[in-house]
């Protein structure tokens, strides 16, 4: 059952095939994940102080300032090891990372927060929603349980919905988008790109994995929570959009010559899974059937 549910989850998200592969970071006993969700890859520039440091299929952002750096969600728990060496290839050394948030507390975007941030000292921020499963290492989770578990860790700072992290001259702001989880948040902030002030939103996943959507015991709020975080996300100051997958957000992060293939801004990304979104609720209602939970 874990393995399709989380196929189902990976799948969501359409993977580019490469021809060559480097090597695959390890895999997590009991867990089946896509490859390119291991795939390690060269860090690379989304805008001026802007760097792109995770795998092939899952994000970790990198914001560089002249009072230290901000680390946006790390990927797999194993991927700590990859990420830290991203960051001293862009000379970042472990005292410079002064933060460490991330879009939601699933073992696949927060699953080494734990080591980075004993590796670095950099202390964590989130909103309570997040802190207390980030707390938890995934366990207890409304949809999944205690199957997909991670490195527990506390967080130093806790933020309300519209509060910002201020380094530097850097404003990091978090908003929340309920929904895949019910603390996901989403990041802005401002950058440089081609010269011109950009604004750039990190938006987190807005998709149900074979969710219960309907009469569900721990997530009786679950519909409302997805359209309060839709129409948070389309509101999201959005010149250049990133996504914890980011396929999702038209991104083909291992192609060198063309990272950015099929831009989309916020609203687009919110219209589109929302209308997944539907279909997917109009499917449990139709079948009386309302999930695998």
Not at 37 to 49: H, N, T
Not at 79 to 91: D, I, M, S, T
Not at 146 to 161: S, V
Request: glycine residues 8%; proline residues 7%.
């Amino acid at each position: 059952m874990l393995r399709s549910l989380f196929l189902s989850y990976a799948l969501l998200v359409a993977t580019p095939v490469l021809a060559a592969s480097p090597a695959l970071l390890p895999a997590q006993a009991g867990i089946e994940t896509r490859d390119s969700w291991r795939r390690p890859i060269e860090p690379f520039r989304i805008a001026e102080r802007s760097w792109y440091v995770g795998t092939e299929g899952l994000a970790a952002v990198l914001i560089r300032t002249d009072a230290g750096a901000v680390l946006i969600d790390g990927g797999l728990p194993q991927a700590a090891g990859h990420v830290l060496e991203q960051l001293r290839k862009l000379g970042v050394g472990p005292g410079e990372l002064k933060w460490i948030v991330f879009s939601h507390a699933h073992f696949d975007h927060a699953g080494p927060v734990a080591e980075i941030a004993r590796a670095t000292g950099a202390q964590i921020a989130a909103n309570a929603e997040s802190a207390a499963l980030l707390a938890r290492g995934g366990s207890d989770d409304v949809h999944f349980g205690d199957r997909l578990l991670f490195p527990p860790a506390q967080a130093d700072r806790l933020l309300l919905d519209g509060e910002s992290i201020e380094l530097g001259d850097l404003r990091l702001t978090m908003h929340a988008t309920p929904g895949h989880t019910p603390g996901s948040q989403s990041w802005t902030w401002t950058d440089t790109v081609d010269g011109r002030p950009t604004r750039i939103a990190y938006a987190d996943s807005l998709s149900a994995p074979d969710y219960r959507l309907i009469d569900h015991a721990r997530y009786p709020r679950i519909v409302e929570d997805y359209r309060r975080g839709f129409a948070a996300v389309r509101a999201l100051p959005c010149d250049l959009l990133l996504t914890p997958h980011p396929e999702a957000s038209g991104w083909a992060t291992a192609d060198a010559a063309n990272r950015h293939p099929r831009p989309e801004r916020c609203a687009a990304y919110a219209d589109g899974a929302e209308k997944r979104f539907d279909a997917q609720l109009e499917t449990q209602r139709a079948s009386g059937q309302p999930g695998a939970r």
